[in-house]
């Protein structure tokens, strides 16, 4: 895609040490916004934040945090989006999401893609989001 098209940003904020069926929050919400086949997601970090209960979480030199925040970014069509939040109701027990509209200036898959199967095991392995 070389021309701008409307689309939607979803930002989930939530907690490092959240958790869904086991396994961290922040890792469901990703692997089933793939499973959903949404166009991208991104879970960044924070190295400082407070939410609702005003307590501050921070990682320093020698003391890191439990419960750094952790924001994980879902783009793709309004419609699509739209199709993945009752799962985000769900899942998210304690934490913010907002949606914005976005302009989507470049969306560009790699021509290299490895196959589904390929990447599942890849996934499986522990590598998710790593080339």
């Known amino acids: ?3 701008a098209v409307q689309g939607a940003l979803l930002r989930i904020y939530v ?6 069926e086991g396994e961290p929050l922040y ?3 990703m692997m089933r916004a793939r499973q959903m086949g949404l166009a ?14 005003s307590r ?3 990682a320093r030199l020698l ?3 439990e419960d750094l925040p952790v924001i994980v970014e879902v783009a793709d069509t309004e419609e699509r989006i739209g199709a993945f939040l009752p799962h985000v109701r769900q899942m998210v027990r304690e934490g913010l999401v907002t949606l914005e509209r976005v302009q989507v200036l470049l969306y560009r898959p ?3 893609r490895a196959s589904s199967e390929q990447a599942a095991e890849h996934d499986a392995q522990g590598h998710a989001g790593k080339p």
């Not at 907690?15 to 869904?20: A, F, L, P, Q």
């Not at 991208?40 to 209960?53: K, L, N, P, S, Y």
């Open 1 to 3: 895609m070389d021309e």
């Open 110 to 112: 790699s021509s290299g």
């Open 27 to 29: 890792h469901a919400l």
């Open 56 to 58: 501050i979480h921070s």
């Open 40 to 53: 991208g997601a991104t879970v960044i970090r924070g190295v400082a934040g407070f939410g609702a209960h």
């Open 15 to 20: 907690g490092d040490s959240d958790r869904w």
């Open 63 to 65: 003391r890191l945090s």
